[in-house]
């Protein structure tokens, strides 16, 4: 198991910026991918962002130019840097952490994008 604690989800304006930060229990390998993941009401679950341990990202087509995801190895922790925010980013958003073929989740975070 490796845990994983999500913090800075919350309300916003649309046009709004967020934060989220994720931190994981123990040492992150080189290997481990990172990212997140959101799930808005009725929707699937989808990849939002990753990052690898080389720095290379990838990003949903609907994210693009409007969050940036960063790593800080020596910290364990995984960020998403959210601006221009719309509603339809309304979700939970999950941390996600994957080691050998194996994911591992965060607990999840609201976000809320309203007026």
């Known amino acids: 198991q490796v845990p994983l604690v999500e913090s800075g989800g919350g309300l916003v304006q649309p046009g709004g910026s967020l934060r989220l930060s994720c931190k994981a229990s123990g040492s992150i390998f080189s290997s481990d991918v990172m990212g997140w993941h959101r799930q808005a009401p009725g929707k699937e679950r989808e990849l939002v962002a990753l990052i690898r341990s080389t720095g290379n990202t990838n990003y949903a087509d609907s994210v693009k130019g409007r969050f940036t995801i960063s790593r800080d190895n020596g910290e364990n922790t995984v960020n998403l840097q959210m601006n221009s925010l719309k509603p339809e980013d309304t979700a939970v958003y999950y941390c996600?952490?994957?080691?050998?073929?194996?994911?591992?989740w965060g607990q999840g975070t609201q976000v809320t994008v309203s007026s």
């Open positions: 996600y952490l994957t080691r050998f073929g194996i994911n591992y």
